[in-house]
């Protein structure tokens, strides 16, 4: 650039020069042709100057590191960005042959200035800059002169840290996204595995026959039964022995979404939606569960203007988001359940007909537990036994509090059963649960001849058994020593503890 302006500067004194002459003598034929030539150098100049790249410049700006050296390995040039990636200065290397710096392995190691000479070819490989201990890549090329000998070896530097940065970064992801796989794996197989359920009674042995001839097919299946009857239970099982058990399970409880939020939480909405919607917009739960499976519980809650929407899916499997336009295809298994009287809902125009025959292709219907004797007794027996583990103790009920509990119509169905022995078990501070204790704790009254029912349906010498124990277990409680109950009881305080010994009554549980 300095040489350009040499010339520019040149001409300027030729120009004035040549005006000089002009004004002392017009007719000087001679200095017509030299302007004549002078605006031809002019025009050459202009047309150089603006065509002319400056090389440096260009280099300089350039966002990779730029090492130039000559055939031999000898440096010639960095460039700025070299300069300052690497914190290299340009008097640390130039004139200076790259094979030297290498050995003496201070500023960088791994470059590949001496194996593009030696190859004559490209060579990539990553270089360490020893003072910043910092890895780049490097891309070695090769220009050669018209006798095909090396020039020029250009190497170019990229810094690779945010590459670095940006792959620890997408390894870390990836060991969350498969931790968060294995979690949701872990859930999946536990949710299967705990609700396992009781099925004793013939009614449901029927009922689970059918569940599980529909599970492994794709059809919709509506559960209906009273609240706490394991509408739910039968979800889980259908999901469980289905094609799709590896694919999501979506549970919508559809009461509990605000009536106005329903259609914008089964289907998603697009970006500005509505007012209050989230900028980059919202998935909806039907797209949660896509492949998989969606239990719409509480179904007969479902908003009427929704369930046209509803029904279109069902029917052709396909959506549109909230202020969408474009058709979402989905393939989902569709599980409903309800405790109310959907066939009335239906007469009064508050669920659709239509909708309703397409959700009941298979209708599941879940009797009470009040007609389930078998049912209750296996539950009472699972539920004593799983509290007792659970609370390290060992309640028993006696026949007639059984007796009780069966006759109950427990309009809470299983979940209140559920409920109550644990409660029952929890508070309790006896092992042997009567018909008084039942009672009370049901809030029920008892009548004068189930008063005696600590002997109701077993022979004397259980019933003997039974008041010795509640007898004895009451006093040590009363009077709070062995010694103290046995003056009351009136025996010797070694015959309590043989007795207590006999019959299993651990003192420091009393
Ligand atoms: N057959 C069964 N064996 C063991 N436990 C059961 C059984 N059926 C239901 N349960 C238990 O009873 C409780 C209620 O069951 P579930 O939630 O499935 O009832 P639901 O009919 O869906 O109730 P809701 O209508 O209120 O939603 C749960 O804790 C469940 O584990």
Wanted: hydrophobic letters at 35%; glycine letters at 6%; one cysteine or more.
């Amino acid at each position: 650039m300095e040489d350009m302006s040499k010339v520019r500067r040149m001409m300027e004194d030729i120009e004035s020069i040549m005006a000089i002459v002009r004004d002392s003598s017009e007719s000087i034929s001679g200095i017509g042709k030299a302007e004549e030539l002078l605006i031809g150098i002019r025009n050459t100049y202009e047309d150089f100057t603006r065509n002319y790249l400056d090389f440096r410049e260009i280099a300089d700006n350039l966002y990779d590191g730029i090492y130039i050296s000559n055939g031999k390995g000898d440096t010639l040039f960095i460039n700025d960005a070299y300069v300052n990636t690497t914190g290299i200065r340009k008097e640390e290397v130039i004139g200076r042959n790259v094979g030297d710096i290498e050995k003496e392995g201070k500023l960088f190691r791994g470059s590949v200035t001496m194996q593009v000479i030696k190859s004559k070819k490209m060579v990539n490989s990553l270089g360490t800059i020893v003072r910043q201990n910092k890895e780049v890549l490097v891309t070695g090329r090769p220009i050669f002169d018209e006798n095909g000998d090396i020039k020029l070896v250009v190497i170019n530097n990229r810094d690779i840290s945010d590459l670095k940065e940006l792959e620890t970064k997408v390894a870390r992801l990836q060991v969350e996204g498969k931790m968060s796989n294995e979690e949701i794996r872990f859930l999946r197989q536990k949710q299967l595995t705990d609700k396992k359920g009781i099925f004793a009674d013939r009614c449901m042995t029927d009922l689970i026959r059918l569940v599980d001839t529909v599970a492994p097919t794709d059809t919709t299946v509506l559960i209906t039964g009273e609240s706490g009857t394991g509408k739910e239970v039968i979800a889980d099982r259908i999901y469980a022995n289905s094609n799709r058990s590896e694919k999501p399970f979506i549970k919508v409880n559809c009461s509990a979404i605000p009536a106005e939020l329903v259609e914008s939480e089964l289907f998603g909405y697009e970006a500005g939606a509505f007012t209050d919607a989230s900028k980059q917009g919202k998935i909806g739960l039907f797209e949660l569960a896509k492949d998989g499976t969606i239990l719409l519980d509480e179904i007969g809650d479902m908003p009427l203007s929704i369930q046209s929407k509803l029904l279109r899916v069902l029917q052709q499997k396909e959506f549109i988001r909230v202020g969408g336009k474009k058709t979402i295809k989905i393939d989902v298994r569709v599980i409903a359940s309800t405790n109310k009287d959907l066939k009335a809902a239906v007469k009064e125009n508050r669920f659709r007909e239509d909708l309703y025959y397409r959700l009941n292709v298979v209708p599941v219907l879940i009797p009470p537990l009040r007609e389930r004797a078998e049912d209750l007794k296996a539950l009472i027996a699972e539920f004593i036994d799983v509290n007792n583990r659970k609370y390290r103790k060992e309640v028993s009920l006696t026949p007639g509090a059984m007796k009780i509990l069966h006759g109950y119509a427990w309009p809470g169905n299983i979940r209140e059963l559920e409920n109550f022995i644990e409660r029952m078990v929890v508070i309790t501070r006896k092992e042997r649960i009567d018909i008084r204790d039942v009672s009370r704790m049901l809030g029920i009254e008892k009548s004068s001849d189930e008063s005696d029912s600590l002997y109701d349906g077993i022979d004397l010498k259980e019933a003997v058994h039974n008041l010795e124990k509640e007898m004895i277990a009451a006093a040590i409680r009363k009077y709070g020593s062995t010694r103290k109950a046995s003056e009351h009881l009136g025996i010797d305080q070694s015959t309590i503890v043989k007795k207590c010994k006999k019959i299993g009554l651990d003192l420091n549980k009393l």
